[in-house]
């Protein structure tokens, strides 16, 4: 009888052993230190995180709203049209990598257009600091890219920037 309890007790603690333990997600989909959540009202948050875990991680920020600081430039697919580029790190910028600047999109973005063109430096990137929601640009199913749209040499989006500031 103490010999099946014994089997009984092995068994179940290699049972609990194999489980898999999965790390808890911070808000339902963030492991644990890859934002820092910030906002003052509940249904209105942002994860804050670097443009160095954004290119290192892009899957997880992918369709969340995320806060970061970064160098913004404005440049021009065409005369009529300008864009912002937000180079994710400072060295992104100085070597061109455009393939690691995102594009930015949303309801501020006349206004910063108009602080980086009025800096009156050309080229230079000027530090942002902006709220919005990203969208990591993903090659389609033969692992291209749309070669007529920003998503052929740019490595995603951030939308729906509400709050931004120098």
């Not at 033969?142 to 040499?153: A, F, S």
Request: glycine share 10%.
């Amino acid at each position: 009888m103490l010999i099946r309890i014994l089997i009984v007790v092995t068994l179940l603690s290699i049972a609990g052993c194999s489980r898999d333990s999965t790390p808890a997600l911070e808000r339902g989909w963030a492991p644990a230190g890859a934002c820092v959540f910030v906002g003052n009202r509940a249904n209105y948050h942002s994860c804050a995180t670097t443009g160095t875990q954004l290119l290192a991680n892009p899957q997880i920020y992918d369709g969340h709203r995320i806060s970061l600081r970064a160098w913004a430039i404005v440049g021009r697919h065409n005369p009529n049209k300008p864009v912002v580029w937000l180079y994710l790190t400072q060295d992104n910028f100085e070597v061109g990598a455009r393939q690691s600047a995102v594009i930015l999109e949303g309801p501020a973005l006349s206004e910063i257009i108009e602080l980086l063109e009025g800096s009156g430096a050309q080229a230079m990137p000027r530090q942002l600091g902006l709220t919005g929601d990203f969208e990591v640009f993903k090659p389609d199913a033969l692992g291209d890219r749309r070669k007529d749209t920003d998503e052929c040499c740019m490595f995603g989006r951030i939308r729906n920037i509400e709050e931004w500031a120098p």
